[in-house]
């Protein structure tokens, strides 16, 4: 059974960081591109990250330069390191995986073939 568990969410000042974790169980997240998703309220699940199989690694212009994705082979865990968090980077933030994606594709939900529970991210003075 294929299971993908976020963590590391929570409540930060604007300016603080967080790091997410998205820890699997059941697939070897090597064999997958790994992507994190948000979704804030009345909005569009949108993509913010993803590292491929071969390690490329994508962003959404809004997040470069603050956000890092990064994935532990030995734990099998990818980590989103959020630095530099703003009022608008609140949100659900799930991890997902996919087969293959390459740059113009990345973002493209349904190309994602399992997702975790999702985890808050709320930023607020």
């Known amino acids: 059974q294929v299971q993908l568990v976020e963590s590391g969410g929570g409540l930060v000042e604007p300016g603080g960081s967080l790091r997410l974790s998205c820890a699997a169980s059941g697939l070897s997240l090597d064999a997958y591109a790994v992507a994190w998703f948000r979704q804030a309220p009345g909005k569009e699940r949108e993509g913010v990250s993803c590292?491929?199989?071969?390690?490329?690694?994508y962003y959404k212009d809004s997040v470069k330069g603050r956000f890092t994705i990064s994935r532990d082979k030995a734990k099998n865990t990818v980590y989103l390191q959020m630095n530099s968090l703003k009022p608008e980077d609140a949100a659900v933030y799930y991890c997902?995986?996919?087969?293959?994606?390459?740059?113009?594709?990345?973002?493209?939900?349904?190309?994602?073939?399992?997702w975790g529970q999702g985890i808050q991210v709320t930023v607020s003075a």
């Open positions: 590292i491929t199989r071969s390690g490329d690694t």
């Open positions: 997902a995986t996919a087969q293959w994606v390459v740059l113009v594709n990345w973002q493209h939900r349904p190309m994602y073939g399992n």
